[in-house]
């Protein structure tokens, strides 16, 4: 299985910005696709935004247009941009590789979203 580790959350302001940054131990053309998940507490994980190694993206309805999802190959690592950061993103954000027979998930970095 695919290692993850990512890194970029933290404190952040309304209306302000955060780009998340998940590194993967193998390349990413040895995986599916990519993808960024968050959680709150009692609720159940939901897909923020995902990237195929085609390049195709999927966002979640309810973050469109204030995300962007990219992947560096050279760098084996997949960014998630969030903009105009509301309270209600604050969340534990999670990095997900989908290798169609394994799954493999970050330990996850918390985002909070506050003034």
């Known amino acids: 299985q695919v290692q993850l580790v990512e890194s970029g959350g933290g404190l952040v302001q309304p209306g302000g910005s955060l780009r998340l940054t998940c590194a993967a131990s193998?390349?990413?053309?040895?995986?599916?696709?990519m993808g960024w998940y968050r959680q709150i507490p009692e609720k159940q994980r939901e897909l923020v935004a995902d990237?195929?190694?085609?390049?195709?993206?999927n966002n979640a309805t309810s973050v469109k247009g204030r995300v962007s999802i990219s992947r560096d190959a050279s760098r084996n690592t997949v960014y998630l941009e969030i903009n105009t950061l509301k309270p209600d993103a604050t969340a534990v954000y999670y990095c997900?590789?989908?290798?169609?027979?394994?799954?493999?998930w970050g330990q996850g970095t918390q985002v909070t979203v506050s003034s």
């Open positions: 193998t390349s990413l053309f040895e995986i599916h696709s």
């Open positions: 990237i195929s190694s085609s390049g195709h993206i």
């Open positions: 997900h590789a989908d290798q169609l027979l394994h799954h493999s």
